[in-house]
């Protein structure tokens, strides 16, 4: 597959230390593509940037909310929604839910697989969001209680580009490009740390490489690539 080539290094790096994994299902009765016990990713990430940096940060977060217009603040908060079908401003009015179950399925599954991971980090770190931790940042864009790094909406955009850009590489360039504005979105929406965001896209790539050779998300994936060929009307 085209990102399993570009990331081989990476791949053979993170399959000596977790083995492959198996779709299974979690307390919850989700089914995820990987199991936080098969590997620590914080191993990977390294931790977030010390109060210094995360004051720089804050000031340059500062002096975006002060540029924001309405527009972007509108913008960010409807990026709240995880979801790739808030990639259709990419993919086309034929890229909606209840025309691709199988997609849908794919997706909501690398969902559950990114959340289940991001929480190792949430929880070893346990870094304060930025209102938290300085108040004159004014959020716009929802957020949780949960830990700030990594970020969660970084980590499931770019596995969702990743997963969706090998499915449609005629749309490659836009979806990264639409990935890239998610995690730009949480900055510009005051709940994440630019350091948060670049995490996140660690993250995404370590599981879109470690779920490879999972034989239930190589059949979910090889289904829900033709289903959504197939509605896109591509060969």
Same mark, same amino acid.
């Not at 691709?100 to 969001?129: I, S």
């Given at each position: 597959?085209?990102?399993?080539?570009?990331?081989?290094?990476?791949?053979?790096?993170?399959?000596?230390?977790?083995?492959?994994?198996?779709?299974?299902?979690?307390?919850?009765?989700?089914?995820?593509?990987?199991?936080?016990?098969?590997?620590?990713?914080?191993?990977?990430?390294?931790?977030?940037?010390?109060?210094?940096?995360?004051?720089?940060?804050?000031?340059?977060?500062?002096?975006? $909310?002060?540029? +924001?217009? =309405?527009?972007?603040? @509108?913008?960010?908060?409807?990026? &709240? %929604?995880?979801?790739?079908?808030?990639?259709?401003?990419?993919?086309?009015?034929?890229? $909606?839910?209840? +025309?691709? =179950?199988?997609?849908? @399925?794919?997706?909501?599954?690398? &969902? %559950?697989?990114?959340?289940?991971?991001?929480?190792?980090?949430?929880?070893?770190?346990?870094?304060?969001?930025?209102?938290?931790?300085?108040? @004159?940042?004014?959020?716009?864009?929802?957020?949780?209680?949960?830990?700030?790094?990594?970020?969660?909406?970084?980590?499931?955009?770019?596995?969702?580009?990743?997963?969706?850009?090998?499915?449609?590489?005629?749309?490659?360039?836009?979806?990264?490009?639409?990935?890239?504005?998610?995690?730009?979105?949480?900055?510009?929406?005051?709940?994440?740390?630019?350091?948060?965001?670049?995490?996140?896209?660690?993250?995404?790539?370590?599981?879109?490489?470690?779920?490879?050779?999972?034989?239930?998300?190589?059949?979910?994936?090889?289904?829900?690539?033709?289903?959504?060929?197939?509605?896109?009307?591509?060969?």
């Amino acid at each position: 597959m085209y990102f399993i080539r570009k990331l081989g290094g990476l791949a053979l790096l993170c399959w000596c230390a977790a083995g492959w994994a198996q779709g299974s299902a979690t307390e919850t009765d989700s089914w995820i593509y990987l199991e936080p016990t098969q590997i620590d990713s914080t191993r990977f990430l390294g931790p977030p940037p010390d109060a210094a940096a995360t004051r720089r940060e804050i000031d340059a977060m500062l002096l975006m $909310q002060e540029q +924001r217009t =309405p527009e972007q603040a @509108r913008q960010a908060a409807q990026d &709240h %929604e995880q979801s790739v079908f808030r990639f259709a401003d990419v993919m086309g009015n034929k890229f $909606q839910r209840d +025309r691709l =179950p199988l997609t849908t @399925r794919l997706f909501d599954t690398l &969902h %559950e697989t990114g959340n289940a991971m991001e929480k190792q980090g949430k929880k070893k770190w346990r870094r304060v969001r930025p209102p938290v931790f300085d108040t @004159r940042i004014r959020p716009v864009a929802r957020y949780s209680a949960s830990g700030s790094y990594p970020s969660g909406h970084a980590t499931f955009s770019f596995l969702a580009a990743i997963v969706l850009a090998d499915m449609v590489p005629e749309k490659s360039e836009r979806i990264f490009t639409r990935a890239r504005e998610f995690g730009e979105h949480r900055v510009m929406g005051g709940v994440h740390y630019p350091s948060d965001i670049a995490a996140g896209q660690r993250l995404a790539t370590l599981i879109a490489v470690l779920i490879q050779q999972n034989p239930a998300f190589q059949q979910d994936y090889a289904a829900a690539r033709a289903e959504l060929r197939a509605a896109l009307e591509l060969q």
